[in-house]
């Protein structure tokens, strides 16, 4: 599968952006118990939670919130049910002072995961998660699937280090964007539900992709495979 990451045409970034609810559809239909509650799961956390978290006059999230993200991000990518519990053992004041302090510290990404990192069955992931929710245009989400898409850091390791490595990628894809785009209204969260899209639209092998095309490009004459850039030989570290 070719790369998305590698195209610099703001115009097939911005169709497969406007695919990405059809993809989202698509993956909720699955098979699978969980499947379900995607859509609305993931409608929560992509519209109704950064509306919330942004109307605060300090920007923070609260226990309840927090533990509907990580049944998101569950739902989203593997389930490990042992972390849905560990989460809600976070205190709600802990939960607010800790996101509160979290958000800002921004611009200062690296410190930011750090403190939310300080919660229980928090890692760079999840808190990747809260900062993007609540500035996009700072933070994108640490999802296999984007990280992946991103030559050079495979095999993922869940590490401060490897996500830092990761949002660098995605800052520098959004500018790249910016400057081509009229629009100018790409963030690195938005470069990275683009790429999530993408790769999942190949797992599930959905017919969008023939529309994902502009004339005189493709996606397989744009991006060279991932797979064929040189991989590091770091070992695989858990979430």
């Not at 739902?75 to 053992?89: H, I």
């Not at 894809?173 to 629009?183: A, E, G, I, P, Y």
Request: positive net charge.
């Amino acid at each position: 599968m070719s790369t998305l990451f590698s195209c610099k045409d703001p115009a097939l970034w911005r169709r497969l952006y406007d695919k990405y609810w059809e993809v989202v559809e698509a993956k909720s239909a699955g098979k699978g118990k969980k499947s379900g509650k995607l859509l609305p799961l993931d409608k929560w956390y992509q519209e109704e939670l950064p509306r919330v978290i942004t109307s605060r006059p300090d920007k923070h999230v609260t226990l309840p919130e927090l533990v509907k993200l990580m049944e998101w991000k569950l739902t989203r990518g593997k389930f490990r049910p042992r972390l849905q519990q560990l989460v809600a053992s976070n205190s709600e004041e802990t939960v607010e002072t800790c996101s509160r302090k979290a958000f800002s510290l921004l611009p200062d990404t690296q410190a930011a995961i750090a403190e939310l990192s300080s919660l229980k069955a928090l890692g760079p992931a999840t808190a990747s998660a809260v900062l993007a929710a609540g500035a996009p245009d700072q933070a994108a989400f640490m999802c296999d699937e984007a990280v992946e898409s991103v030559p050079g850091l495979k095999p993922i390791q869940y590490t401060a280090k490897h996500y830092i490595l990761y949002l660098a990628e995605m800052v520098e894809r959004t500018k790249t964007l910016n400057k081509v785009d009229s629009q100018q209204d790409w963030t690195p969260h938005r470069v990275e539900l683009c790429l999530w899209a993408w790769a999942v639209a190949n797992q599930l092998h959905l017919p969008l992709l023939k529309e994902v095309h502009v004339e005189g490009s493709s996606m397989r004459d744009e991006c060279p495979d991932p797979d064929t850039q040189e991989k590091p030989t770091k070992k695989l570290r858990t979430k």
